[in-house]
């Protein structure tokens, strides 16, 4: 059972736009929710984070929309670049849980010169 | 800053064979973890350890076998390889109470 589901699998989109990464999630008592950055050949490196009392975190192009009712947040790349290309994986944690990370399938996102 | 290194980087074996991946991290971490990634699957963790000669299983635990042998390195046993295990596998450092894990490069294995 996939605890967290992310979508589209695959997204392109052209340099310059506005790309957005959506996440779901079905445990309510999940609490911190990082987005990680994967390169082909790479292991996956921290891109940012939000805790649930946020509903917003922003790191320079690159902001989470968190929605706690819906239990949904989305990644937003502005002014996307090729060098984004890349996949991108949603995860959660709980506090109580050691630290343990339950990762969503990904989605790889292409960016058109 | 520190780094995760995983060896070999590319692994080879036979179906039965024993298998065995191992992780380095300088970190300074207590916690380490071992992820397999299969493609359009994201990653699934196998085992980990929040601190020296600690074993905890993961979802995907049947199959293999872990051993931290000490606070800085964690190694991963295939128990006996099959062919439908060929994946990416990945081991991941995190302070004791942190969230942010940080992960090696991975070891693609493959099974003739």
């Known amino acids: 059972q996939q605890q967290v589901r992310q979508s589209p699998q695959s997204l392109t989109v052209w340099e310059g736009e506005t790309a957005i990464l959506n996440c779901s999630y079905e445990?309510?008592?999940?609490?911190?929710f990082p987005w990680y950055q994967q390169f082909p050949g790479e292991g996956p490196a921290l891109l940012i984070a939000i805790r649930s009392v946020s509903d917003k975190k922003e790191d320079g192009r690159f902001t989470i929309f968190f929605n706690k009712r819906e239990k949904k947040l989305s990644l937003h790349i502005t002014d996307s670049q090729p060098g984004d290309s890349a996949t991108y994986f949603c995860?959660?944690?709980?506090?109580?849980?050691?630290?343990?990370?339950?990762f969503g399938q990904g989605t790889k996102l292409s960016i058109k010169p | 800053g520190g780094i995760i290194t995983q060896t070999p980087k590319f692994l080879i074996g036979q179906e039965g064979q024993k298998l065995t991946l191992k992780c380095q991290q300088n970190f300074n971490h207590d916690t380490m973890y071992w992820y397999r990634q299969d493609s359009g699957k994201g990653l699934r963790l196998i085992y980990y350890?929040?601190?020296?000669?600690?074993?905890q299983k993961g979802d995907l635990s049947e199959g293999y076998d872990a051993s931290r042998e000490k606070k800085s390195s964690f190694s991963l046993t295939v128990t006996s390889a099959q062919k439908n295990e060929m994946a990416v596998f990945l081991c991941a450092s995190s302070m004791r109470t942190g969230r942010e894990q940080y992960f090696g490069p991975g070891t693609r294995l493959t099974v003739l």
């Open positions: 995860a959660a944690s709980m506090n109580y849980n050691q630290g343990k990370l339950i």
């Open positions: 350890s929040i601190t020296e000669n600690d074993l």
């Open positions: 445990n309510s008592a999940f609490d911190y």
